[in-house]
């Protein structure tokens, strides 16, 4: 007998839900930043005495690069495996955590739509808009009854 409703058996996928439009002015941001440190950068070559220095630049290089690999590492898919583990999939890596090591799901504090997954020994913070996230909050806590879900 099927239940109406019910997750189907196997790899559950969970897709991040953003839009285009919500992430656009971070990569404005960072484009900006970038073309300030190549136009300070090529000042300083063609007038070192003039130039604002490569220090400048480099700031303004470091600034974006940083601020990108941080935020492409938040994962975008969320995959529960048949054997129990759970992928977080992002651009620069995916983590994969067994569900029973993960003691609990809360908000990130001071970071709005924000949550901390904490394992025994992992802290991974994601989005708090995942496609049927509610559906994977029911699945974990059905192979890990001891996890905490708070703010989820």
Known sequence: ???????????QRFKLDIQWWTIAPLFVGLVLFLVIAVAVL??????????AGVPVALVFLAAPLLTGYYYLRFP???TLHDD???AFT????????????IT??????????FLLVKSRHKR?????????????LTLLKAVNPSVELRGC
């Open 1 to 11: 007998m099927k239940i109406v409703g019910a997750p189907e058996p196997g790899t």
């Open 42 to 51: 090529l000042e300083s070559w063609k007038d070192p005495a003039k130039g």
């Open 90 to 101: 992002s651009l620069f890596r995916t983590i994969r955590i067994a569900a029973h090591e």
């Open 104 to 113: 609990s799901i809360t908000p990130h504090r001071g970071t709005p739509g």
């Open 76 to 78: 975008y898919t969320i």
């Open 124 to 136: 991974l913070l994601i989005v708090n808009q995942f496609t049927g996230f509610h559906v994977f």
């Open 84 to 86: 129990g583990s759970v």
